[in-house]
Nanobody
Framework: QLQLVESGGGLVQPGGSLRLSCAASGFTLDYYAIGWFRQAPGKEREGVSCLSNSDGSTYYADSVKGRFTIFRDNAKNTVYLQMNSLKPEDTAVYYC?????????????????WGQGTQVTVSS
């Protein structure tokens, strides 16, 4: 069973930074495209970023471009989401998931092995 575990969330002031981790258990992450998603209260889950497993390409939602960076540490079998210049509207539960087939070209329904999520709260 492919299992992902997110961590690194917390409370941060506007303008601050957090680094989220998505760790794999029992399999090698770099075989899969990894996506980060978030869900704010009362809103639908949305895609934030994706890291390709074929060529390392990265993709970002317009709302986070220039502020968030997704990257992989193969030695730690972990994908990270570095979040800088955080805004109150970034407040959400953040999830990671993998796509075995579409290499960031799919839709949310193509992703699986969802983690339990980690809460990010941006507030003064």
């Amino acid at each position: 069973q492919l299992q992902l575990v997110e961590s690194g969330g917390g409370l941060v002031q506007p303008g601050g930074s957090l680094r989220l981790s998505c760790a794999a258990s029992g399999f090698t992450l770099d075989y899969y495209a990894i996506g980060w998603f978030r869900q704010a209260p009362g809103k639908e889950r949305e895609g934030v970023s994706c890291l390709s497993n074929s060529d390392g390409s990265t993709y970002y939602a317009d709302s986070v471009k220039g502020r968030f960076t997704i990257f992989r540490d193969n030695a730690k079998n972990t994908v990270y989401l570095q979040m800088n210049s955080l805004k109150p509207e970034d407040t959400a539960v953040y999830y990671c998931a993998l796509d075995p087939y579409n290499d960031c070209g799919g839709v949310e329904a193509d992703f699986g092995s969802w983690g339990q999520g980690t809460q990010v709260t941006v507030s003064s």
